[in-house]
């Protein structure tokens, strides 16, 4: 009789594509997992990989014994998650990208705690993260969601709702004062040649912007940068330039007056926040909740 145990290995590896990237997540090591999976394949009396380049394939018993596996596994994550809806004090598990913005998913999530206090004390842990590192965690089912800007790059990886956000361009009240609130952005940029606020080179928003630069045929001295949103959101409203940012990031910065929009145009490109979930897996209790209240928060800017 085959081991359940050499199984879920396999089962886990295959997802992963990689021995090494499935023993971090089995939390052994390498070479314990490669003779694990040896004596599941001499038990079965089929070898379930091949080589291929530096990476492994699936030989066709390996996507057949895969299919069988990821029906038992993911049933049983089903059956998991049924009866985590049903304890007193639901539990939740999300992975939020290092590209995100911290206050907004504050929000977004405080929001889901209030309903959730109503019914019974919730059990949600964040967890942030470079975007590779907390798509692994997805799929080991170490979390239930994951915040991100980037698209999913596995067939197993689906997207459970957009959220589109405009970026605008912002400045401070005492730096817009002194711009024509008429024109286009593009047009106060190309005439008055302010300091621009940007992201570093490693986050998308970063990469949008200087496409939306190129564009325009747009060469503008860049004074401040930073990883952190919030970083940049402050050094515009401290006066130090202009900044690209998705309007959702600064709502409450735009509400008190201490940044404002610069120029006619309210949306010069769209931002994507996308909450990620593995396939096929039914969201209940709190993920059920988090999904509706994305979805409901991405149809508040369909039209914006």
Not at 75 to 88: F, G, H, I, Q, T
Request: glycine share 8%; proline share 5%.
């Amino acid at each position: 009789m085959f081991n359940f145990n050499h199984l879920y290995y396999f089962y886990l590896t295959a997802r992963c594509g990689s021995v090494s990237q499935a023993a971090r997540q089995l939390r052994i090591s390498q070479p314990s997992l490669s003779s694990q999976l040896k004596v599941l394949e001499t038990s079965l009396g089929r070898a379930l990989f091949r080589r291929e380049g530096r990476g492994l394939a699936l030989t066709d018993d390996g996507r057949l014994i895969q299919g069988y596996c990821r029906a038992m596994f993911e049933v049983a994550d089903d059956l998991k998650a049924y009866l985590d809806r049903d304890e007193p004090g639901s539990r939740l598990a999300v992975g939020v990208s290092n590209e995100i913005e911290r206050p907004f998913v504050a929000e977004l999530v405080g929001s889901l705690l209030v309903g959730a206090r109503k019914a019974s004390p919730p059990r949600i842990s964040m967890i942030s993260g470079r975007h590779q590192a907390l798509l692994e965690s997805l799929l080991a089912g170490e979390i239930d969601l994951v915040l991100a800007e980037r698209p999913p790059q596995s067939d197993t990886v689906v997207e459970q709702a957009t959220l589109d956000m405009p970026v605008i361009l912002v400045g401070s009240a005492g730096l817009a004062s002194k711009l024509p609130q008429t024109a286009l952005p593009t047009h106060i940029l190309r005439s008055r040649r302010p300091g621009l606020v940007l992201p570093t080179e490693k986050l998308k928003l970063r990469h949008e912007t200087d496409a939306f630069l190129q564009r325009h045929r747009l060469e503008l001295p860049v004074v401040f940068e930073s990883d952190m949103l919030s970083a940049l959101s402050r050094a515009v409203a401290e006066g130090f330039g202009l900044g690209f940012l998705p309007a959702p990031y600064v709502e409450r910065e735009l509400k008190l007056g201490t940044i404002v929009a610069i120029g006619q145009t309210k949306r010069l490109w769209t931002h994507k926040m996308r909450l990620l979930t593995r396939k096929g897996r039914a969201q209940a209790g709190l993920a059920g909740a988090l999904v509706a209240s994305f979805a409901q928060l991405a149809r508040q800017y369909e039209t914006s």
